[in-house]
């Protein structure tokens, strides 16, 4: 069983920036990508970005191309997602995840295990 717990969030300033860690535990961590997304109020949970864990591939929704930056630190068993120029529509419950095997990164159902999530308000 692997725990994730995720930190960061906050209120900001539109134009801000913010970093959430997801910080992995368990008996055997050895995931093949850790991924965040995010659930908006009354929307669907949506992919933001992932990372392999391995190789440090990297993958970005268009929609945060260019503002965040998705890292990880093996030895930590943590992942960060650095999140710039941050906007009113990025306001949301972020999830941090990770899946076992090399499925589709950007697919939710890909992924095994997720965190409880960490809010993140931008105001105008």
């Known amino acids: 069983q692997v725990q994730l717990v995720e930190s960061g969030g906050g209120l900001v300033q539109a134009g801000g920036s913010l970093r959430l860690s997801c910080a992995a535990s368990g008996r055997t961590f050895s995931a093949y990508a850790m991924a965040w997304f995010r659930q908006a109020v009354g929307k669907e949970r949506e992919f933001v970005a992932a990372?392999?864990?391995?190789?440090?591939?990297?993958y970005y929704a268009d929609s945060v191309k260019g503002r965040f930056a998705i890292s990880r630190d093996n030895a930590k068993k943590t992942g960060y997602l650095q999140m710039n120029s941050l906007k009113p529509e990025d306001t949301a419950l972020y999830y941090c995840a990770t899946q076992d095997y090399a499925g589709s990164v950007y697919q939710r159902d890909e992924y095994k295990y997720w965190g409880q999530g960490t809010q993140v308000t931008v105001s105008s």
């Open positions: 990372i392999t864990w391995s190789s440090g591939g990297t």
